[in-house]
C-alpha cells in the first residue's frame, strides 16, 4: 500500500492506524466544531466558499454554495446525508476514512449539518461495507456520550440526530436522487432534477448530501482557514484528492496527492510504473463511469479545469492502469456489462443501447462483426450519453466513447475486413 507524498495534508493517510475519540482529540479534533459552534454559521460558511472546495462524490459542486443554499432556505425542516455509498468499481477512499479516521468525518458532518441548519441526518453506508457500518456506528454512539451528538452539542443550542442507514447493493442509490428515494423506503430510482435535493430533497424537505471525502475536508477548512487550505494543490483545484490506484502498477493502493500532480506522477512516481517488461497501454480515469486515455495524456495535471478541456473526468478519482497486454474491448465490455446489470430499465438509451453495446462487443470478439458495426456502436454511444435519464446512463457511454476515440484501431482489427485483409496478406 502506498503513502501520502508529504504529512501535512488532509488525510495524511496512515494505514496502521485508527483513531478512537480520544485520541482524536488529542491530536485537535473537534476543535473546529467548537469554533464553528462560536460564531454566526455565515463566517465558517464563508470560509468553505472561499476555500474553494468541491464535492469529491464526482460532480465536483462547490460545497460551500450548497451549504448556503440550504441555509437560504426559508423552511425549517432541514436534513443532511452523507452519501457513503461508495459504489464507483475500483474507489476505496471513503471506506478508508470510515474505518480509520471516522471521528473527522463525524465532526466535518456536524459542522456541515450546523452551518446548513439540518437536525436530522443520515449517512448512508453501502451494504457491503460492514466494518465501516460498526466503526461509524460506534463513533456516533461515543460522539454522543461526549456530547459531540444529540442534544446541546457542546453545550450550545445546536441538536444533531444521527443515523446510519444501509444500502442494499445497488450501484444507483449513490445517485443522490436513488439515495433520498431508498432512505423514504420506495424503490431507488432516479428522480426528476430540479428541484435538486437542497430545495426538495429528503420527505420533499431541504436536504444536503456530500460525499464523505467532501465532508471529511470540512474540519481542517475550519480550523486553519482558507488560505491554509488553499496553500495545497493549484488556484483552479485546491486541496487535495485521495486517489485509488488500481491495475497494472507496481504500488496498487490509495494515495492522497495534492491537486495539480499529473496523472504520469500519480501512475509512475506514486504507483511505481508497469510491471517489469511491459508498457502502459492506457489509464482509465474516474472508475468505470470515468474514460481510457492514452499514455500520451498523462501529462494532464489532476485539476478540474485541466481535466475537463481534455475531456478527463475525475470523478470519485479512481484509476486503473491497462498494460500493453490487455484488451481494451475486454475492458470496456467488463464496464458496459456493469453498467447493464445497475440500469433500472426505466430509459431505452441506458437499457437497450447498453445492451446492444454489449451484443456488439460481443460480436467482434467473435469476428463475426464489421466496420458497420463500429460505426454503430459509435452511434449508439451517443444515444446513451446524451438521451439517458440520469447520471448512471449518462457517464455509462464515457469509456465506449474515449475508447473509440483513442483505440478506434483496436476496435477495427477486430472487423471481419480487416481480419479478411490480414489473413490474404498472410498468404500472399
Ligand atoms: C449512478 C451514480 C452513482 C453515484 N454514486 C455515488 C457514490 O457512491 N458516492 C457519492 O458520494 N456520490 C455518488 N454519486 C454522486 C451523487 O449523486 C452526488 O453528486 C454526491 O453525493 C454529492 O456529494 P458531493 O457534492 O460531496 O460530491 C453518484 C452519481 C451517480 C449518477
Ligand atoms: S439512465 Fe439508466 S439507471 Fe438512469 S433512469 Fe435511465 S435506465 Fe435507469
Not at 439517458?388 to 475486413?417: D, I, V
Request: hydrophobic letters at 35%; one cysteine or more; charged letters at 25%.
Amino acid at each position: 500500500m502506498s503513502k501520502s507524498p508529504k504529512n501535512d495534508l488532509i488525510f495524511n493517510i496512515d494505514f496502521d492506524e485508527y483513531l478512537d475519540l480520544e485520541q482524536y482529540r488529542e491530536r485537535g479534533g473537534y476543535s473546529a466544531l467548537a469554533k464553528a459552534l462560536a460564531h454566526d454559521p455565515k463566517i465558517s460558511i464563508r470560509e468553505i466558499v472561499d476555500s474553494g472546495l468541491r464535492g469529491r462524490g464526482g460532480a465536483a459542486f462547490p460545497t460551500g454554495k450548497k451549504i448556503e443554499m440550504l441555509r437560504n432556505n426559508s423552511e425549517t425542516v432541514r436534513y443532511i446525508i452523507c452519501n457513503a455509498d461508495e459504489g464507483e468499481p475500483g474507489t476505496f477512499k471513503d471506506r478508508f476514512i470510515m474505518t480509520h479516521i471516522p471521528f473527522q468525518l463525524l465532526e466535518g458532518l456536524t459542522i456541515a449539518a450546523y452551518l446548513a441548519g439540518a437536525s436530522k441526518g443520515y449517512i448512508y453506508v453501502r451494504h457491503e461495507y460492514p466494518e465501516a457500518q460498526r466503526i461509524l456506528r460506534s463513533g456516533i454512539q461515543a460522539a454522543i456520550e461526549a456530547g459531540l451528538l444529540g442534544k446541546n452539542i457542546l453545550g450550545s443550542e445546536f441538536n444533531l440526530s444521527l443515523e446510519l442507514f444501509s444500502g442494499a447493493g445497488s450501484y444507483l442509490c449513490g445517485e443522490e436522487t436513488a439515495l433520498l428515494s431508498s432512505i423514504e423506503g420506495k424503490k431507488g430510482r432516479p428522480r426528476l432534477k430540479p428541484p435538486y435535493p437542497t430545495q426538495a430533497g429528503l420527505w420533499g424537505k431541504p436536504t444536503l448530501i456530500n460525499n464523505v471525502e467532501t465532508l471529511a475536508n470540512i474540519p481542517k477548512i475550519i480550523d486553519k482557514g482558507a488560505s491554509w487550505y488553499r496553500q495545497i494543490g493549484t488556484v483552479d483545484s485546491p486541496g487535495t484528492k485521495l486517489i485509488s490506484l488500481s491495475g497494472d502498477v507496481k504500488n496498487r493502493g490509495l494515495l492522497e496527492v495534492p491537486f495539480g500532480v499529473t496523472f504520469a506522477q500519480i501512475v509512475n512516481e506514486y504507483g511505481g510504473g508497469p510491471p517489469i517488461g511491459k508498457t502502459i497501454k492506457a489509464v482509465n480515469i474516474g472508475g468505470a463511469s470515468g474514460v481510457h486515455v492514452p499514455p500520451e495524456m498523462l501529462n494532464t495535471a489532476l485539476e478540474y479545469k485541466a481535466c475537463a478541456q481534455a475531456g478527463i473526468t475525475i470523478g470519485s478519482g479512481a484509476i486503473f492502469v491497462l498494460d500493453n497486454t490487455r484488451s481494451i474491448l475486454t475492458n470496456v465490455q467488463n464496464r458496459v456489462r456493469f453498467f447493464l446489470h445497475e440500469s433500472c430499465g426505466k430509459c431505452t438509451p441506458c437499457r437497450e443501447g447498453l445492451r446492444q453495446a454489449n451484443n456488439i462487443i460481443d460480436k467482434l470478439l467473435r469476428g463475426e462483426a464489421g466496420v458497420k458495426d463500429v460505426d454503430t456502436l459509435e452511434r449508439y454511444t451517443r444515444a446513451i450519453v446524451n438521451a439517458s435519464f440520469c447520471g448512471l446512463g449518462q457517464a455509462a457511454g464515457n469509456s465506449l466513447s474515449s475508447s473509440l476515440t483513442y483505440y478506434r484501431e483496436e476496435y477495427l482489427a477486430y472487423c471481419r475486413e480487416n481480419r479478411e485483409l490480414n489473413s490474404k496478406e498472410e498468404t500472399a
